[in-house]
């Protein structure tokens, strides 16, 4: 039976809260509400340690439940009985991160997990330091209802040049996962295919990941009061049954001139992904320099971030690598874990 790992990414607004409540509908995954922690741990594990001493991983754990934004709260997990679990499991930084989505899945009775952060697009490398088994699920969405419903977020305070550039982001390191990753780690949908016909859809992904498909997977809003918090009221829609009517709806939320600017600079991309151009007039240049500025800073942002990234990995303190899942255990060289605690080991 499959335990690898299931990453749901892409560019937010696209739909990836719908494809979680799917995902958590399936009898044998679960799959919580953004948790927050995973890639603030990454990037900030030099200050735990070494992992494979017991005091580090109890401080990354107690970090991970009572961290101002990690909102573990939000996960329906005992706090002491996660940090024992996380203490007396392996050591390394993926190991005790996945012990928090084991345990939610625990708390279902189901084998396997996942986890959902549109931007988990742009850390697919990272994320496959941690968890080197993992499965990437990218769901993509019309660049213009992306941008249309990212501009009337309470949340979302950038421009619409940021927010067109967010979703040309999404798809060119899809297509980097995409050439990069081995066969069976990196699928792509649609969510106009996926809300038109959900059965065909669900049944070809599941295909994927290895699971039987489960006619409870088409009626995501059943699990929509466990699996989405409350105070998330832009997710409302998730509550009501799976529908299409947002689709194109772009078309009456976005100004002329944003139609035009997502149409000249994602052109190619919106084409080749099977969306059709409405024929908008060409851009005004002061908003395609605009979009070309806001595109530049973000690239700056990631580069040196990056660049962080990889002098940290040559000062490491200690694995990355998750030793949870027997694939991950295979990777690592280690025997399949009813042979370790045949023999006493870990």
């Known amino acids: 039976m499959q335990d690898r790992p299931i990453f749901v990414i892409g560019c ?8 979680q409540l799917m995902l958590h509908s399936h009898p044998r995954v679960a799959v919580p509400p953004e948790t ?14 070494d992992l494979r001493e017991e005091a580090n991983r109890r401080r990354l754990a107690e970090w991970i439940t009572n961290g101002r934004d990690t909102k573990f709260r939000e996960l329906g997990l005992d706090r002491a009985a996660f940090v024992e679990q996380a203490v007396a499991g392996p050591g390394s930084l993926g190991s005790v991160i996945g012990t928090v989505f084991r345990s939610y899945a ?16 742009k850390h697919v490398d990272i994320l496959l330091r941690m968890f080197p088994d993992a499965q990437f699920i990218h769901l993509i969405r019309d660049g213009r209802d992306c941008v249309a419903s990212l501009k009337e977020m309470p949340w979302y305070h950038l421009s619409s040049f940021h927010a067109i550039a967010n979703w040309a982001e999404a798809i060119d390191f899809g297509r980097r996962s995409a050439r990069r990753l081995p066969k069976g780690s990196y699928y792509e949908l649609r969510y106009e295919d996926l809300t038109a016909d959900p059965e065909s859809e669900l049944r070809k992904l599941c295909g994927f990941i290895g699971e039987q498909y489960d006619p409870a997977m088409c009626e995501p809003q059943h699990v929509a009061q466990v699996a989405v918090p409350a105070h998330k009221v832009w997710h409302s829609n ?7 009517s947002r689709a194109g709806s772009w078309s009456q939320r976005l100004e002329g001139w944003e139609i035009a600017l997502a149409e000249e600079v994602l052109g190619d991309r919106l ?7 409405s024929g908008a007039p060409k851009a005004a240049k002061e908003h395609v320099s605009a979009y070309k500025a806001a595109a530049a800073k973000r690239r700056a942002a990631r580069w040196r971030k990056t660049n962080r990234d990889r002098i940290n990995r040559l000062r490491e303190p200690g ?10 255990r295979k990777l690592a060289g280690l025997p ?3 042979l370790a605690l045949s023999a006493g080991g870990a």
């Open 12 to 19: 937010p607004r696209s739909g990836t809260t719908m494809l």
């Open 36 to 49: 927050r922690f995973l890639v603030p741990a990454y990037f900030g594990r030099r200050k735990y340690g």
């Open 106 to 121: 625990a708390r279902f009775d189901k084998p396997r997990w996942g986890d959902k952060r549109p931007s988990y697009f």
């Open 238 to 244: 998730t509550h009501g049954a799976v529908t299409t």
């Open 271 to 277: 084409r080749q992904h099977g969306y059709a151009l």
């Open 319 to 328: 694995p990355v690598a998750a030793l949870l899942t027997e694939g991950q």
């Open 336 to 338: 399949p874990r009813e």
